[in-house]
């Protein structure tokens, strides 16, 4: 039976284009692009001493892929802010790395082309493994200049509890 949250009158699949990215509950200025949410499960083969010469297979560990948000360089720093929690140069010897609050929840959600927040996942205890804060600079370039931050997690999954606003219907006025 069809989950009642989820109309069946929507054929077309969702656009790519349109997202957010939230730390917390603040949506994150000027992101322009999302890594895929990946994860893999190992293969464990092993073979029963009775078995004829065939393998089984049995899932073994998962691993989540890190994801990379890129934005426009801004001045808002709280790619920087994040990504300074996990190594700070300024900060003196023993006290580079702020124990208590380098990981945060991550929400991405992808939009409909109304805008309303068709999908919803939540990326659990993130932190910044990689950080660009400026990309190659180019005088011969005509180019918006990009940051990027990799983030690693420990797993990520389907907000189950949002259910999608009904989409808003376009009618002609009557001749």
């Known amino acids: 039976m069809a989950d009642p949250r ?3 009158d929507r054929y077309d699949p969702y656009k ?3 997202f957010h990215v939230k730390f917390g509950t603040k949506t994150v200025a000027a992101v322009s692009k999302v890594s895929a949410l990946k994860r893999t499960t ?3 083969t092993h073979r029963d001493g009775a078995d004829p010469s065939t393998s089984r297979k049995s899932p073994g560990r998962t691993d989540y892929e890190a994801i990379t948000l890129e934005r426009g360089v801004t001045h808002d720093i709280e790619f920087e802010q994040w990504a300074n929690k996990v190594w700070n140069y300024d900060s003196g010897a ?3 790395v702020s124990l208590k609050d380098f990981r945060r929840d991550v929400t991405i959600e992808l939009l409909n082309e109304a805008g309303q927040v068709a999908l919803r996942y939540n990326v659990y205890n993130c932190w910044v493994s990689d ?3 400026l990309p ?3 005088a011969n370039a005509n180019a918006v200049a990009i940051q990027t931050l990799k983030l690693e997690n420990e797993g990520w999954t389907r907000d189950d509890t949002h259910t999608p606003e ?3 219907e376009f009618t002609l006025p009557e001749a």
């Open 131 to 133: 950080f660009q804060a």
């Open 6 to 8: 989820y109309k069946i």
């Open 136 to 138: 190659e600079l180019d």
């Open 16 to 18: 790519n284009f349109k």
């Open 42 to 44: 190992e293969v464990v």
């Open 94 to 96: 023993g006290s580079e």
């Open 166 to 168: 009904d989409e808003p």
